[in-house]
Every structure is written in C-alpha cells, then in structure tokens.
C-alpha cells in the first residue's frame, strides 16, 4: 500500500488514498486466495481427474465439472479466515492518510483524551464484526458440506 501510493505517483500514476488502500489490499488478498485455491485443487486425490477423464470428458471439462466443485468447497473455510484478515487489514490503511475506524478512533480520543474507553468501543466493534462474519461464513460453510465425503476434513488437514 505504501509503495502503491508514494511510488506510483513517480512513473505519472497518481490513485487517491482510499484507491491505493483498496488496490493494495486486493493485490495482498488475491495472492493469498489463488494460494488457498491452489492448496484446495491439490487436495481433491488425483484419481478424480483420472476417473473423469475414463468418463470421455475433456481435461477442461473435468477440471471445470469434477476437480474445481470440489476445491472450491475445501479452500471456503481458508477463505473465510482470508475474508477476517483483510476486515482486520484495513486499519493499515491510515498509514496512507484514508480514515478508516482506527484513524477516527484515534482523533476523538486525541480530542477527549479517552483513549482507553474510545479504543475498547474499537475492539469490541471488530470483535461483533468479526463475531458476524464467521456467523454467516460457517453457515455457509455447513450449508455446501457434502456429508460423509471427507473431503472437508482430509482438506483442512492438509491446509493446516
């Protein structure tokens, strides 16, 4: 975010902050999720691609209609956490001057000089956000689980 935002402008790119916030933290995020993909496509046994492609199907197809279904629901827990961590990320964003929850907490308490109240208000306010993120995502989670497969369990094994 720091060199997106001092750099760029040095070759004639200039973004607004709250751009290079984003594009910084998309940039930092979609690397760690092609990873958790790439992590979840390893984990589907390789006897799935061979079994697909037994059936006639293409190596596309088997990719797009076997493999990719079943990775997709592996790497959702990982992604979940991924989803948490760029939630909790934004608060690095005050480094380049956007105001984000951190930053506003920080000006009311340097006005009040009630740092530790304004601060805790901040904690809990991640914590609910946090709380209702993983709420939803582990019912999504639940909700795409096929029972009995194991594919889930070998998965977070592997990834963890």
């Given at each position: ?24 933290l ?63 990320y ?24 009630r ?46």
């Amino acid at each position: 975010m720091f060199i997106i935002y001092f750099g760029l402008p040095s070759v004639g790119i200039a973004l607004s902050p709250i751009h290079c916030a984003l594009l910084g933290l998309s940039l930092n995020s979609g690397a760690y999720q092609a990873e958790y993909l790439r992590g979840s496509i390893q984990a589907i046994p390789s006897g799935q691609m061979i079994a697909a492609r037994t059936l006639g199907m293409t190596k596309l197809k088997s990719i797009k209609n076997v493999i990719l279904p079943q990775a997709l629901r592996i790497s959702i827990p990982a992604w979940s956490n991924e989803l948490i961590y760029l939630f909790k990320y934004t608060s690095i964003a005050s480094i380049i001057q956007v105001s984000e929850l951190t930053k506003e907490g920080e000006l009311i308490a340097s006005r009040n000089f009630r740092y530790i109240e304004i601060f805790l208000i901040i904690a809990l306010i991640y914590l609910i956000f946090t709380f209702i993120i993983t709420e939803i995502l582990d019912r999504i989670t639940k909700k795409i689980t096929i029972p009995g497969t194991g594919v889930q369990e070998r998965a977070r094994a592997r990834l963890t």
